[in-house]
């Protein structure tokens, strides 16, 4: 039986009570309703008598907020909110990219006019990286579409590409656009980042505010720098204990959405706290936002420290305010792990909460093993998938393909030394293994894209994937089935060719 959640009617205000049981899934989690800081009471004899005054002027009792109420409350210049509250918020950054920017630019001409100058060119991001190495004419015209619009307002963050024959000789283009924020350091804690892509909640890692928005709200953004927002209240995952060497963030984040389903955090906030989460790296802690999205979630936010300041350093020179959550801030829910006990997972096809233990699910044949996407494209995704095939020391037994997020992630694979590899790069691993040459950074088969995209499923396959959705034709072929799963269980099935629990591999 799965942990109680509480339900959206749920009072923000009940007194802390646990609600559910442990799951007979994972003996780790529990639920409680969100807890009442009560306030002091306050004693008086005889009190004086006071004359009466309207209820207007006797001010509100102070109370705690949540990040992302703090965020949202510095961006539109209030002292307090509450959740259900609809605000204009004042937007730190906007990025768009070559599928949702002809459809945003195309809306704030339309209602700004021909002529109109965006609101701030030096707010505004924008990053060619989805449909990008295809021969697709209408996927090719969206990239002339949003440089055009680049050059003609003077955009200073266009990170352009024009020869598709080589993305090297394009010093300016990145990949794909989440990671490329993050390492051209325009995520910072305490702002608000709003793209228009789903996964924009991906810098939620870095402590800022950031989601995804669609074209209509984002040429209103362009041409104003404001959105109406409405404030969600905020779910607390609570995750503690050391994490197991064969566990990586993927599987905390399909262990949560397994637990809480697809619409368990629908227009919520999730806040992810505990020594498990403070001992990540950046780039997991990305992985652990990066999904939120596929519980429902408006946002999902980390508490920024020493680990994110420290990633931060040399990327940016604006000055940022991290915010932090008051002890007394109110949560609609909250979940707790031990994170000890935890085992690898995968969602099974077609939903990203259909989850099932790895090793449940070791007689499923796979024809194809699939590692890149924001999701798990990053440079510790990588590192992590050359761990298990060093260990190994087989060849893999299905085509797996390499996807990196960006440049910088590709450069990586051929220059960082993998830790206990004698001084080899990923790139020499994956060679060694048979695995295919890394692939040109973009977005790659994440979502399918046009029929001659690099390792698109074009026929009906069963493939092990680091991406983060599997809803029937997302890679491409509709009757493709799907398992998402960390780098460690993508690397370890494609040594089998079955879906297989790390553990065998992972020294």
């Known amino acids: 039986m799965a942990a109680t959640v509480v339900p959206p009617h749920a009072a923000f205000f009940g007194a802390k009570k646990e609600i559910g049981t442990r799951s007979s899934f994972s003996p780790s989690i529990s639920a409680h309703r969100c807890r009442k800081h009560s306030l002091n009471k306050v004693l008086a004899v005889m009190a004086p008598t006071q004359p009466s005054r309207a209820p207007a002027t006797t001010g509100s009792v102070k109370h705690g907020m949540t990040m992302t109420e703090k965020i949202l409350a510095k961006s539109s210049d209030r002292a307090k909110l509450e959740p259900g509250e609809n605000i204009w918020v004042n937007i730190d950054v906007l990025m768009t990219h070559d599928v949702c920017g002809p459809g945003t630019i195309g809306i704030f001409k339309k209602e700004f006019g021909k002529n109109a100058k965006v609101w701030d060119r030096e707010k505004i991001v924008i990053i060619p990286d989805?449909?990008?190495?295809?021969?697709?004419?209408?996927?090719?015209?969206?990239?002339?579409?949003?440089?055009?619009?680049?050059?003609?307002?003077?955009?200073?963050?266009?990170?352009?590409?024009?020869?598709?024959?080589?993305?090297?000789?394009?010093?300016?283009?990145?990949?794909?656009?989440?990671?490329?924020?993050?390492?051209?350091?325009?995520?910072?804690?305490?702002?608000?980042?709003?793209?228009t892509d789903s996964h924009t909640c991906n810098a939620?890692?870095?402590?800022?505010?950031?989601?995804?928005?669609?074209?209509?709200?984002?040429?209103?953004?362009?041409?104003?720098?404001?959105?109406?927002?409405?404030?969600?209240?905020?779910?607390?995952?609570?995750?503690?204990?050391?994490?197991?060497?064969?566990?990586?963030?993927?599987?905390?984040?399909?262990?949560?959405?397994?637990?809480?389903?697809?619409?368990?955090?629908?227009?919520?906030?999730?806040?992810?706290?505990?020594?498990?989460?403070?001992?990540?790296?950046?780039?997991?802690?990305?992985?652990?936002?990066?999904?939120?999205?596929?519980?429902?979630?408006?946002?999902?936010?980390?508490?920024?420290?020493?680990?994110?300041?420290?990633?931060?350093?040399?990327?940016?020179?604006?000055?940022?305010?991290?915010?932090?959550?008051?002890?007394?801030?109110?949560?609609?829910?909250?979940?707790?792990?031990?994170?000890?006990?935890?085992?690898?997972?995968?969602?099974?096809?077609?939903?990203?909460?259909?989850?099932?233990?790895?090793?449940?699910?070791?007689?499923?044949?796979?024809?194809?093993?699939?590692?890149?996407?924001?999701?798990?494209?990053?440079?510790?995704?990588?590192?992590?998938?050359?761990?298990v095939f060093l260990a190994s020391g087989k060849k893999v037994k299905v085509p797996t393909f390499l996807v990196p997020a960006t440049q910088k992630v590709w450069m990586d694979l051929y220059s960082l030394p993998v830790p206990g590899s004698g001084g080899k790069t990923c790139s020499q691993i994956f060679e060694e293994a048979g695995c295919d040459t890394p692939a040109s950074p973009s977005c790659g088969a994440c979502l399918g894209g046009p029929r001659d995209t690099y390792a698109r499923m074009n026929e009906p396959m069963v493939c092990v994937s680091t991406t983060n959705r599997n809803f029937p034709g997302r890679m491409g072929h509709k009757e493709g089935q799907i398992y998402l799963a960390s780098p460690y269980t993508a690397a370890a099935s494609a040594l089998t060719g079955y879906v297989t629990d790390p553990r065998e591999f992972v020294p």
């Open 130 to 195: 989805h449909y990008i190495f295809t021969s697709d004419e209408r996927a090719n015209r969206n990239v002339d579409i949003i440089r055009d619009f680049a050059l003609e307002q003077n955009i200073k963050y266009f990170y352009d590409i024009k020869d598709l024959s080589n993305f090297k000789v394009n010093p300016d283009y990145k990949g794909v656009c989440h990671v490329a924020l993050a390492q051209e350091g325009h995520c910072r804690p305490g702002e608000v980042l709003l793209g």
């Open 204 to 387: 939620g890692a870095f402590g800022q505010f950031a989601t995804g928005i669609g074209n209509t709200d984002a040429g209103f953004v362009m041409g104003t720098g404001k959105l109406l927002l409405k404030v969600p209240p905020t779910m607390r995952f609570v995750l503690d204990g050391e994490m197991p060497h064969y566990l990586l963030a993927k599987d905390l984040i399909l262990q949560i959405i397994g637990e809480i389903t697809v619409a368990g955090a629908t227009y919520k906030s999730m806040e992810f706290v505990g020594s498990t989460v403070e001992s990540l790296n950046m780039e997991e802690r990305m992985t652990l936002c990066n999904m939120v999205v596929e519980a429902g979630g408006k946002n999902g936010v980390v508490p920024p420290d020493e680990t994110t300041f420290k990633y931060l350093e040399g990327k940016t020179s604006v000055d940022y305010e991290p915010v932090y959550s008051d002890e007394s801030a109110k949560y609609i829910s909250e979940y707790r792990f031990d994170v000890s006990k935890l085992e690898p997972v995968v969602a099974k096809p077609h939903s990203p909460d259909n989850r099932a233990l790895a090793r449940e699910c070791k007689d499923v044949k796979i024809d194809r093993v699939y590692i890149g996407s924001c999701t798990g494209g990053k440079t510790e995704d990588f590192m992590a998938a050359a761990k």
